[in-house]
């Protein structure tokens, strides 16, 4: 990119890489990052990567009082022959666009922040683990820098993207995670901001968050605001479940995340020749479904688990045991096919895979 200034860090600047096998999620990151600001009347300019660092920003910067601060999240794959992947990015940027548009913020040049982001990745290459299951996660994100107060949309932003090599999300690992089902708190509403990726949304879900896993839950499953009757999303995840043969999936209906991962696992069952449905699904159906044995797996979809087997539901007191509390064999092949498109190792008939010239 001829507008891109790339400047490395000094040797004595690098810092140690991590033991590949004990790396948790979000603890540690890379020697580098990208930064480009926008202007209003001027547009997106300064596109740098530089070693990371703190930002400054003035006390009145308004992403600091009036929300407008949006992400992404995405995964390099150290694949064959040392090879590096990326899965769905133009996706993962053209979704971050559509965050941008609801919240009032500045558009950008999908191919142009794609181009930067591989040269980062490049740059900071020896951070894609090597280690199995482990990957180098890729927080994208923008946030209002204007100093000024006022409830109005910014004119200046920062665009950021860093680095950070991840383990497993869950500490379960691969494992049937256990869900809590709020019917108390409720993440979002038709109109809302539930279906693009805004800080605030998540700042919301932490108390529930918070009181799940205080009881031994690893997630919050939520429920519709209005009736507390019609599944929505996990946390961190879609959610889907499959009830005699068929696989169901709440709908988008603007109060979910439209996640790249699940856009993959309905075409990946659409290629299976399975039935699948897109519709409201109760969680008192759910409950009917696994008292009468038609229930046969439930299982969660995201960036960060990939496909995340749900052991059990815990519902107004209750807690509801799902396939015995075993791995689904649906959830496992998911898994197994996801990763290995991911890591060039199966095929990839869809072009969701993009590899980096290392």
Known sequence: MANLTIT?????????KPDGTALG????????????RYTQGFGWHDLEITKYHDFALAPSAMCLHYGQAIFEGLKAYRGVDNQIFLFRPKDNLRRMNVSA????????????????????????????????????????????????????????????????????????????????????????VRGGVGSVKTAGNYAASIKAAMEAQALGYTQVLWLDAIERRYIEEVGTMNIFFKINGKLITPPLAGTILPGITRDSVIQLAKDWGMELQERPITIDEVVEANESGALEEV????????????????????????????????????????????YGQRPDSHGWIEPLTV
Not at 8 to 16: C, H, W
Not at 25 to 36: A, P, V
Not at 151 to 164: A, G, H, T
């Open 101 to 188: 548009s609801r919240m009032c913020m500045a558009e950008f040049d999908v191919d142009q922040v794609l181009a930067a982001m591989k040269a980062l990745i490049l740059v900071d290459q020896e951070w894609v683990p090597r280690s199995p299951g482990a990957t180098l996660y890729i927080r994208p994100f923008m946030i209002a820098s204007e100093a000024a107060l006022g409830v109005r949309p910014s004119k200046e932003y920062i665009f950021c993207i860093i680095l950070s090599p991840v383990g497993a999300y869950y500490p379960e690992g691969f494992n049937p995670v256990k869900i809590y089902v709020s019917d108390t708190y409720v993440r979002a």
């Open 8 to 16: 490395q860090a000094r040797p004595d600047e690098l810092k140690t």
């Open 25 to 36: 999620f979000g603890k540690l990151f890379s020697d580098h990052m990208f930064t480009m």
């Open 299 to 342: 299982f969660g979809t995201g960036t960060a688990a990939v496909i995340s087997p749900v052991g059990s539901l815990y519902y107004k007191g209750h807690t509801i045991t799902l396939n015995q509390g075993r791995t689904g064999a649906l959830s496992q092949k998911m898994f197994d096919v996801l990763q290995g498109i991911q």
